[in-house]
């Protein structure tokens, strides 16, 4: 004897609803704050603040916290100047930017070892 399950009779002849689609659920984690990762801090030598005078100033190549060497080298700043003061009709004072520290990059030096720290520019 056969026995007829009903379940599968239905299951043929019904309609299947379509697939629902919902789109709220489609990134669930989109939105979500992305976690904040936390750096450890790591102790430094504080930067060399330099200026147009001899400054307190750490040295790379010693490691020495002290104060600086100063030496004038003119920049491109002066060169400018001077063309600028030559063209002005000031031929004889065109070198006064080269004998004024202000108008010149300072170059700092350690004084320890003479290694170069950094270059101040006007
Ligand atoms: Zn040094």
């Known amino acids: 004897?056969?026995?007829?399950?009903?379940?599968?009779?239905?299951?043929?002849?019904?309609?299947?609803?379509?697939?629902?689609?919902?789109?709220?659920?489609?990134?669930?984690?989109?939105n979500q704050p992305q976690p904040i990762l936390q750096q450890p801090?790591?102790?430094?030598?504080?930067?060399?603040?330099?200026?147009?005078?001899?400054?307190?100033a750490t040295c790379p190549s010693c490691g020495v916290w002290r104060q600086t060497k100063v030496e004038f080298e003119p920049s491109t700043k002066t060169h400018l100047l001077a063309l600028l003061i030559c063209m002005l009709?000031?031929?004889?004072?065109?070198?006064?930017?080269y004998c004024t520290e202000s108008c010149q990059s300072a170059k700092h030096t350690c004084s320890s070892c003479g290694a170069y720290v950094g270059t101040?520019?006007?």
């Open 89 to 97: 009709g000031g031929i004889g004072c065109c070198c006064i930017p």
């Open 41 to 56: 801090q790591i102790m430094q030598a504080p930067p060399n603040v330099l200026g147009g005078v001899p400054s307190m």
């Open 1 to 30: 004897m056969e026995k007829n399950f009903p379940y599968d009779r239905q299951q043929t002849h019904s309609l299947q609803a379509p697939p629902c689609y919902d789109n709220t659920q489609v990134y669930p984690n989109f």
């Open 120 to 122: 101040y520019k006007n």
